[in-house]
């Protein structure tokens, strides 16, 4: 089904990945209707269609399914209950299975490796024995997390030699979530891989990107990474077999450790456009909201061609107050989330840093 400018696409979720997919809809045409449950939504700026409260307020659902004419979703922790009633009502792309999966990191790595594609080393955690059991098996170089409702490095917990075993499994479970242990990689990148899957089944994929993090918060990303093709092309060949493999339609962006064997192992995967692909905005001819945007709306996927090298530096908490200012012998882009509220570790903005051709001034 292909839906046609005039018409109204849904968007649940309402933070800068909702907000920057606006931009793009509204560019192609369409209308969109926002779904988010918090009033500081950088999102409610960009359209006035808007439905606020819980995503798992029925009479809300029901409204926002009568306003649209496809759903997407921009973020991971959402109700899978809302999702699957939704999609039945009405055609969501991509379909509440990708979600499902992504979800929970255990089913996730377990439907990675049922491709024959290589995960972090894992171990579900049910009990202190396991959690034992497992950290002398990974010794003791290990990273415990809650396999779900985590992110940016939330409900994480670095395992060492001096780590207080029996005290760190308490605080784990505060979470109420199941548990997953990884073995620690001994990374020499991180690098990530943004695709899009039209509805007629064809697949694009920009190149492969370098991530940088701090404390599990992703900070720079550097594109295209500076590797050899054939990694580049390894990652391409997993990313085709992962959207295949969940007959997705929409961006899908994986992350993956490169070990110095040149060995890729995924870390995770996202059913929706990523902070490591910020940068297409302002280095590629079509980005990655616009990718997402014909996907949903069941128009062809178009080209990932990038015509300039670029890093892109997230605005982290106070970072912010200097987007204004920032100024440097580069071409500097900045994207302004407009959050009312700046908190630590809050994603408030990004910059895009386009080098300009050597000898060249501003
Ligand atoms: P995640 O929430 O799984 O994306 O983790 C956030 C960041 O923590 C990653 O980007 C890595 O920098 C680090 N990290 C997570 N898992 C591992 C692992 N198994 N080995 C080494 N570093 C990791």
Same mark, same amino acid.
């Given at each position: 089904?292909?839906?046609?400018?005039?018409?109204?696409?849904?968007?649940?979720?309402?933070?800068?990945?909702?907000?920057?997919?606006?931009?793009?809809?509204?560019?192609?045409?369409?209308?969109?209707?926002?779904?988010?449950?918090?009033?500081?939504?950088?999102?409610?700026?960009?359209?006035?269609?808007?439905?606020?409260?819980?995503?798992?307020?029925?009479?809300?659902?029901?409204?926002?399914?009568?306003?649209?004419?496809?759903?997407?979703?921009?973020?991971?922790?959402?109700?899978?209950?809302?999702?699957?009633?939704?999609?039945?009502?009405?055609?969501?792309?991509?379909?509440?299975?990708?979600?499902?999966?992504?979800?929970?990191?255990?089913?996730?790595?377990?439907? !990675?490796? %049922?491709?024959? =594609?290589?995960?972090? +080393? #894992?171990?579900? *955690?049910?009990?202190?024995?396991? @959690?034992?059991?497992?950290?002398?098996?990974?010794?003791?170089?290990?990273?415990?997390?809650?396999?779900?409702?985590?992110?940016?490095?939330?409900?994480?917990?670095?395992?060492?030699?001096?780590?207080?075993?029996?005290?760190?499994?308490?605080?784990?479970?505060?979470?109420?979530?199941?548990?997953?242990?990884?073995?620690?990689?001994?990374?020499?990148?991180?690098?990530?891989?943004?695709?899009?899957?039209?509805?007629?089944?064809?697949?694009?994929?920009?190149?492969?990107?370098?991530?940088?993090?701090?404390?599990?918060?992703?900070?720079?990303?550097?594109?295209?990474?500076?590797?050899?093709?054939?990694?580049?092309?390894?990652?391409?060949? !997993?990313? %085709?077999?992962? =959207?295949?493999?969940? +007959? #997705?339609?929409? *961006?899908?962006?994986?992350?993956? @450790?490169?070990?110095?064997?040149?060995?890729?192992?995924?870390?995770?995967?996202?059913?929706?456009?990523?902070?490591?692909?910020?940068?297409?905005?302002?280095?590629?001819?079509?980005?990655?909201?616009?990718?997402?945007?014909?996907?949903?709306?069941?128009?062809?996927?178009?080209?990932?061609?990038?015509?300039?090298?670029?890093?892109?530096?997230?605005?982290?908490?106070?970072?912010?107050?200097?987007?204004?200012?920032?100024?440097?012998?580069?071409?500097?882009?900045?994207?302004?989330?407009?959050?009312?509220?700046?908190?630590?570790?809050?994603?408030?903005?990004?910059?895009?840093?386009?080098?300009?051709?050597?000898?060249?001034?501003?």
């Amino acid at each position: 089904m292909i839906i046609k400018p005039g018409q109204t696409i849904g968007i649940i979720g309402g933070g800068q990945l909702a907000r920057m997919m606006c931009f793009e809809a509204y560019k192609l045409g369409y209308k969109v209707c926002v779904f988010a449950n918090n009033d500081d939504s950088p999102a409610f700026d960009v359209t006035d269609n808007k439905i606020m409260g819980d995503y798992g307020d029925q009479k809300l659902i029901d409204k926002f399914i009568d306003s649209v004419s496809v759903v997407t979703f921009e973020f991971e922790n959402l109700p899978y209950e809302t999702l699957t009633y939704i999609e039945k009502k009405i055609l969501m792309r991509p379909t509440s299975r990708s979600l499902y999966i992504s979800q929970d990191r255990i089913r996730e790595k377990s439907f !990675i490796n %049922k491709l024959g =594609v290589n995960t972090t +080393d #894992y171990q579900q *955690i049910n009990n202190l024995s396991d @959690f034992n059991r497992g950290v002398e098996e990974f010794n003791y170089s290990a990273l415990l997390k809650t396999a779900r409702l985590g992110y940016d490095g939330k409900g994480q917990f670095n395992i060492n030699e001096k780590s207080n075993i029996a005290e760190i499994y308490h605080q784990a479970l505060e979470h109420n979530v199941p548990l997953v242990l990884e073995k620690k990689v001994d990374f020499v990148k991180e690098i990530s891989i943004i695709s899009a899957r039209d509805s007629n089944g064809n697949i694009v994929c920009y190149d492969a990107v370098e991530n940088i993090h701090k404390d599990g918060i992703l900070r720079k990303t550097i594109a295209p990474a500076n590797i050899e093709e054939h990694i580049k092309n390894k990652a391409k060949t !997993i990313a %085709k077999k992962i =959207v295949e493999g969940l +007959d #997705y339609i929409g *961006i899908l962006a994986i992350e993956f @450790f490169l070990d110095k064997d040149d060995n890729l192992l995924v870390n995770e995967f996202a059913p929706r456009p990523h902070n490591s692909g910020h940068y297409t905005i302002d280095a590629c001819y079509h980005n990655q909201f616009e990718q997402a945007i014909r996907a949903v709306a069941g128009l062809p996927v178009m080209s990932t061609k990038q015509h300039s090298k670029a890093e892109m530096i997230n605005l982290i908490g106070d970072d912010i107050l200097q987007a204004e200012t920032l100024s440097d012998n580069s071409l500097i882009k900045i994207h302004n989330y407009n959050k009312k509220q700046i908190k630590t570790n809050r994603k408030m903005g990004h910059y895009t840093k386009i080098p300009l051709p050597e000898g060249e001034v501003r």
